[in-house]
């Protein structure tokens, strides 16, 4: 019997010590936590039922096929910096849908696909509940974002600047 709870002792002092390193090396994603910031990504599949993540390869593969409309959800100067070919830009802050009124209603029977910068970035989930709430149906949030689409070498498009260029170099 005291050989068990010895065993039984050690092994609750390892758990402990693994909950305590753990949280010691996500300590900026546990403070991130309780903080509240990830409050707004959770929300319940029954009530958002068009809403599914998706991998890169998925993406990638809706992209290439020409079957969605791609949604950059991040702020306007990201966007410009660089997207995904194609993409319209929504950033998720804006009140406004902005999608061009010819494209709103097409859209609404095909699959659009939001991304914002990456795995931590709560932006392509927010605008999702928003299309979801605006009537949107089958939204797919690519997960790994611009940073994993940056990784894998896809191709990448620049925005236009919309101030136009006064001759100063």
Request: aromatic share 8%.
């Amino acid at each position: 019997m005291s050989e068990a709870r010895r065993a039984l002792r050690q092994a609750l002092v390892l758990g402990a010590l693994a909950v305590l390193v753990a949280a010691a090396v996500q300590f900026p994603l546990v403070m991130r936590f309780a903080r509240g910031e990830f409050r707004d990504t959770f929300f319940p599949a029954s009530e958002y039922p068009g809403i599914r993540m998706i991998t890169l390869a998925e993406g990638e593969d809706l992209w290439r096929t020409g079957l969605a409309v791609v949604l950059d959800a991040r702020a306007e100067g990201l966007f410009t910096q660089g997207h995904i070919p194609g993409a319209r830009n929504i950033p998720a802050a804006q009140t406004g849908l902005g999608l061009p009124a010819g494209l709103l209603g097409a859209a609404r029977n095909m699959i659009l696909v939001v991304y914002c910068e990456g795995d931590d970035c709560q932006s392509s989930l927010a605008l999702a509940r928003r299309l979801h709430d605006e009537g949107f149906r089958d939204i797919r949030v690519f997960v790994g974002g611009w940073e994993a689409w940056t990784e894998a070498g896809l191709p990448e498009e620049k925005a236009e600047r919309a101030e136009k260029d006064d001759g100063q170099a």
